[in-house]
């Protein structure tokens, strides 16, 4: 889970991917992803709360420093 502003973003067209088996993995992840989105979403939302109440101290040390990427993404500009 890392913040990212909008303008970081790069559109990516698997359709597009001269490697087969390449592209045939990334479908396969966009397919598991989106079965299980809301089991993904929701343990990332737990993770996060964890993390930044400092409620896990086992989380608190394997996870980012979500405030503080937060406070970076902020200020990201583009167009440096």
């Known amino acids: 889970m890392i913040p990212v ?3 970081a973003i790069v559109p990516f ?3 597009k991917e001269s490697d087969i088996k390449y592209a045939a993995l990334l479908q396969r992840q966009v397919s598991y992803i989106n079965r299980h989105k809301a089991d993904i979403l929701n343990c ?3 993770t996060y709360y964890n993390v930044v109440t400092k409620k896990n101290k086992f989380l608190m040390g394997i996870s980012c ?3 503080k990427l937060e406070t970076a993404c902020k200020q990201f500009n583009p167009n440096r």
């Open 44 to 46: 990332a939302s737990k």
């Open 65 to 67: 420093d979500f405030k």
């Open 13 to 15: 067209d698997i359709a």
């Open 5 to 7: 502003c909008n303008a």
